[in-house]
């Protein structure tokens, strides 16, 4: 019984269609370059239930399926993936991805939402320079504090800069 079912599977399967970046879909006669969900979760390094929610949300398009109901990704969705772990490195909610996402997979969009979009990344662009310069600022105190023999003194201006950096940090203004 289960021979004949992946029999039957695998005949209706050879016409797959393929999700393209703008979340449209085109027909593909080659089904063999489509991933499993735990194909693609391995190779993206998460899990099958992230690949789920991340499509639930709208990041991910949604992917055709086999006549059995299989999610079958087409290698592209690997590039989905990626720029969301990327937004989410940078601080970004999900929700923000979501939001974010709709350009990459050419959804319309409406002028409120792309003026939130436009200020989601504006904020996050303040937060990474606040960021850079704390580390700048780290940088320079420790190449000074290398030339000098006093370790209370280096210690000292470290606190000054660290106190510095949260007085302008762009947070906590928020709070």
Request: aromatic letters at 4%; zero cysteines.
């Amino acid at each position: 019984m289960a021979e004949q079912r992946r029999s039957t599977v695998s005949t209706r399967s050879t016409e797959t269609r393929r999700a393209k970046p703008n979340g449209k879909a085109e027909a593909d006669g080659d089904s063999s370059e489509r991933l499993s969900i735990g194909e693609l979760a391995k190779l993206t390094s998460v899990s099958s239930r992230t690949l789920r929610y991340y499509e639930e949300l709208g990041i991910l398009p949604e992917p055709e399926r086999s006549p059995g109901g299989t999610r079958r990704y087409p290698p592209e969705h690997k590039f989905y993936i990626e720029g969301a772990l990327a937004l989410k490195e940078l601080g970004f909610s999900l929700e923000e991805i979501r939001l974010l996402g709709q350009f990459a997979l050419d959804h319309p969009i409406s002028k409120a939402d792309r003026a939130r979009a436009t200020e989601v990344v504006r904020s996050k662009m303040q937060v990474l320079e606040h960021k850079i310069r704390v580390l700048e600022h780290l940088r320079d105190n420790f190449a000074q504090s290398e030339s000098k023999a006093s370790s209370g003194r280096s210690r000292r201006e470290l606190t000054k800069v660290l106190q510095t950096v949260r007085d302008q940090d762009p947070s906590a203004a928020r709070s």
